[in-house]
Structure formats: structure tokens, C-alpha cells
């Protein structure tokens, strides 16, 4: 019997709505193949909401988006939103979304392939084979702690303030993500923090190893940032899945997703409370300058789709046949701009969709 699952699709603006179009044809094809159905609503998210209702997201796109089984997002912003006041700019609305859908855990995958290996800037002993997840949490920490603000002093003197604050419930609930996303991977989970100076830290170390002994089947292993700052660079393939703070993990996701070296290529997934619709998106921007013109790569929104039936869906076999179509297109020599070497065919959006549809139907 088929099962039929909803998802809204917020193409947003410059190359979104191009490569969103690509990502929509594979999972038709790879859902039909093993008898899954989506069905898909589209929403107004960004500039382009911007220049239909004045606001970068409407209520019926958030209705839409808490109204679905998981929602899938391309890419907002562009020049023509850039002056307008930080109130009603098009990345409002991202985080209207992930406040709206209550996004906590933030996971971004940095994974060498095999074909893009000379893409990256590390030696190719070092980044060969590296297949790294970094769990971030998104709504906590230094980003929203109170107080917060640059206040004046008795003197006069000005003072910046933020504050880094984390509850246990805040805490237990990244970690579950986390020990279940290990769990899917390879069974390594290393959190992330400064407890060796900040006392967060220290609660936050000390309710992972607590809750660490319920996954006895995930390796849990503490590191502080500075050094895995470091070993992220020098050694990257030591890490399986990393779990960490906001601020943290804001720079660390990027150090991981870097060790790639290509922007088109990076998906990701942001999640809430389990049986919440998450969202899935590609790293990138909307890439204004070459919007328009068929040369985006679709790839990283063809690769959030395939997080999206794995970790929003429960479909880990239609994401498993995505990901084989993204590898056979890459073996075939296939390559957008962003991506091109040596002796490798060049082709636009359109025609990398084609050849993903292609190989799909050859796996069959
Ligand atoms: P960007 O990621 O859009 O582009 C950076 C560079 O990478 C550009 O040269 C672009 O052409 C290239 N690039 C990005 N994605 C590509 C793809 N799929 N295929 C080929 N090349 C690709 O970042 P930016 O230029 O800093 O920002 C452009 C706009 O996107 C801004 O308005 C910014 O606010 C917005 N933005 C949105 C998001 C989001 O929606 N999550 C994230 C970052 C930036």
C-alpha cells in the first residue's frame, strides 16, 4: 500500500525556486519507486512574501509549515530586501520559522565524497573518507541568555553583556537528539563544551554522561571546543557525531562543513520535539548572482531531501536511493560550476536533474 506523506515547500527567492524544482522531481521518483507518496503545498517565505503580503512570513506559510509532515526550504534573501529595515528583511522569516516550530537541534552533515575530494583544502589524507554530524542546539545559550545588551555604567562607561544559560531540560533534549543520531551512525557521539572554565559547561557535561548511561550503545566522549577546534582540522576522521551548544556549534558546523570545500553540496536539518514537522534546507544562500540563469547546484536541496525522509519522515530506504542517484551522477563525471574539474562534463540545474532521474531509474 502506499503511504502518502505532506510536505510544504517554501522555495523563497533567487535560485530557490530552481533547485526546490529539481529536489521535488527526485523524491516523486524515488518515492514512486518504493511505493511512497508526496504530496507537496507551497508556501511564501522571504522576499518573495515580502512583495506579495509585506511580511517575509505570513501566517498561512506557518500554518502551512505546522500543518504538514515536514517542511522543506530552499533559500531566502537578495539584493533587491538588502535595505530594507532588520524588522520585515527576508531572514526574519527563518527565524519566525524555527521559533514557530519550536527548531532546537540543528544537524549539519559534512561528508567528504569520493568524487569531490580534490574540492577541499586539506590534504587528501586527512579528509579522505570523513563523515562527520554536527548536532547544534539552536534556541538556547549565549544567542538568547538574559541579560543581554550594551548598558552604561555609573563612570559612563559602556558594557557588552550576553549570557550563556542552559537548563537541563534544554540540555537533555539536544542530547536525545544527539544519542539517537549517533545511534543511526556510527555509535560515536563527542560533546562539545568549555567546562574546564564555564560552569554551563560543566551542568552541561555533567547531564550528558548522566543521560549517556541510557545509550549504552553510543561511545560518549567530552572534548573542549578549543581542542576540537583544532582536531577538527588536523585529524577530522576521528569524529562520528558531534553534539554541542549554539555558539559552539555555530562555528564548528562551519570548520566541518568547510573540510568539504563546496558550498552546493552542504544540506542540513533543523528539529523539534519528536512527531513535529522539521525543516530541511541546504546551507547555502540564494545565490542572487546567479539566479535565473541554470547554474546552481541542486545537489545540496536534493541532499536535504534525502535528510528529510531519514530523519523527519522515518524513510531511511528513499533517502538511501537519493543518495546512491547523487553518487552515480558524480561517478558519471557530472558537474555544475561550483563544482567543476579537469575533464569533467559541465552541466546546468536542469540538466544535473535530468541525469538524477535518470540514475534513479537505472537503479531500479
Ligand atoms: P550564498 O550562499 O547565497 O552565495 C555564496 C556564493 O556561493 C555565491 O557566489 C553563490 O553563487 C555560490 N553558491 C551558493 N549556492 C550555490 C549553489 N547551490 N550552486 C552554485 N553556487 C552556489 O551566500 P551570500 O552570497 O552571502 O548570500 C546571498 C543571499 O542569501 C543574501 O541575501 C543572504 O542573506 C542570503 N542567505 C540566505 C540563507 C538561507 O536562506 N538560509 C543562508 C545564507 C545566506
Not at 529539481?22 to 503545498?41: I, N, P, R, S
Not at 538524477?356 to 537503479?363: D, G, I, P, W
Request: charged content about 20%; aromatic content about 6%; some cysteine.
Amino acid at each position: 500500500m502506499t503511504r502518502t506523506y505532506r510536505i510544504t515547500l517554501l522555495p523563497g527567492d533567487g535560485i530557490g525556486p530552481e533547485i526546490t524544482g529539481v529536489a521535488v522531481a527526485v523524491l516523486k521518483a524515488a518515492g514512486q519507486q518504493l511505493d511512497v507518496a508526496f504530496e507537496f503545498k507551497e508556501a511564501l517565505i522571504g522576499g518573495a512574501a515580502i512583495d506579495a503580503t509585506g511580511g517575509p512570513l505570513p501566517e498561512e506559510t506557518l500554518d502551512a509549515c505546522r500543518d504538514c509532515d515536514a517542511v522543506m526550504l530552499a533559500a531566502i534573501g537578495g539584493y533587491k530586501w538588502d535595505t530594507l529595515p532588520s524588522d520585515i528583511r527576508p531572514e526574519r522569516g527563518l527565524l519566525g520559522l524555527r521559533a514557530g516550530l519550536g527548531l532546537f537541534a540543528n544537524l549539519r552533515p559534512a561528508q567528504i565524497l569520493p568524487q569531490l575530494i580534490d574540492a577541499s583544502t586539506l590534504q587528501r589524507d586527512v579528509v579522505e573518507g570523513v563523515d562527520i554530524m554536527v548536532v547544534r542546539e539552536l534556541t538556547g545559550g549565549i544567542y538568547f541568555g538574559e541579560p543581554s545588551g550594551i548598558f552604561e555604567t555609573e563612570s559612563g562607561a559602556r558594557r557588552g553583556v550576553s549570557t550563556m544559560v542552559y537548563g537541563e531540560d534544554e540540555i537533555d533534549r539536544i542530547a536525545k537528539v544527539a544519542f539517537k543520531t549517533a545511534q543511526q551512525r556510527q555509535g560515536r557521539l563527542c560533546s562539545v563544551d568549555k567546562a574546564n572554565v564555564l560552569a554551563v559547561s560543566r551542568l552541561w557535561r555533567d547531564r550528558l554522561t548522566t543521560l549517556g548511561k541510557d545509550y549504552s550503545d553510543v561511545d560518549l566522549s567530552h572534548l573542549y571546543v578549543d581542542n576540537a577546534a583544532m582536531q577538527l582540522v588536523r585529524a577530522p576522521k576521528q569524529f562520528d557525531t558531534i553534539v554541542t551548544g549554539n555558539l559552539f556549534g555555530d562555528v564548528l558546523s562551519d570548520v566541518a562543513a568547510m573540510l568539504t570545500g563546496s558550498i552546493g553540496m552542504l544540506p542540513s536539518a533543523s528539529l523539534g520535539e519528536p512527531g513535529q514537522p522539521g525543516v530541511f534546507e541546504p546551507v547555502h544562500g540564494s545565490a542572487p548572482d546567479i539566479a535565473g540563469q541554470d547554474k546552481a547546484n541542486p545537489l545540496a536541496q536534493v541532499l536535504s531531501a534525502a535528510m528529510m525522509c531519514r530523519y523527519g519522515l522515518e524513510l531511511p530506504e528513499v533517502s538511501d536511493s537519493i543518495e546512491a542517484a547523487v553518487n552515480s551522477v558524480l561517478d558519471q563525471g557530472y558537474r555544475t560550476g561550483d563544482i567543476m574539474a579537469e575533464g569533467m562534463t559541465p552541466v546546468g540545474c536542469q540538466a544535473m536533474g535530468d541525469a538524477l532521474l535518470k540514475a534513479l531509474e537505472t537503479s531500479k
